[in-house]
């Protein structure tokens, strides 16, 4: 069974400047955890109103896990910043690959994966999603690495 992931971290609308027509948010906000990952605040449609897209940077510890999930129904991009990742994804989360910084990543709505940081450094990434929502259109898969709830 699947199930929909939930966000520890609260959006600081203190943190958003609006200038009628350009927002910003300086310094990339507080920072703000899920799912085993941190994130600087980033821009969404819960913080600038935008409704079709969503940024952020996301950091990984040295030998955490990003837990298995499935983004529903929107596309994701990624920069890697720094660091090196591996990436088990499809059913079962059989396939492997690894990418590191200055990598380009393009994951397809409704694909499986999990994410590990298995570098010495932390993990720096740049993302981007086709949705305004930020985990909300997220779904739990199952993997041996979640905690249990």
Known sequence: MVERTKGTGEIDLSMVEDH???TVIRGGGGGRGWNGIQYKQGLSGKNVGAQN???NVATVPPGAVAYAHIHDGFEVMLFIV???VKHTFGEGLK???VNQAGDFIYI???VPHEVFN???EEVIAFVARSTADEWDKIINY???YRPAE
């Open 20 to 22: 009628d027509g350009i």
């Open 53 to 55: 897209l969503s940024i």
């Open 82 to 84: 720094q660091g090196k």
């Open 95 to 97: 396939n492997e690959i």
């Open 108 to 110: 397809k709505p409704g």
């Open 118 to 120: 298995i570098g010495d």
């Open 142 to 144: 199952p993997s041996q």
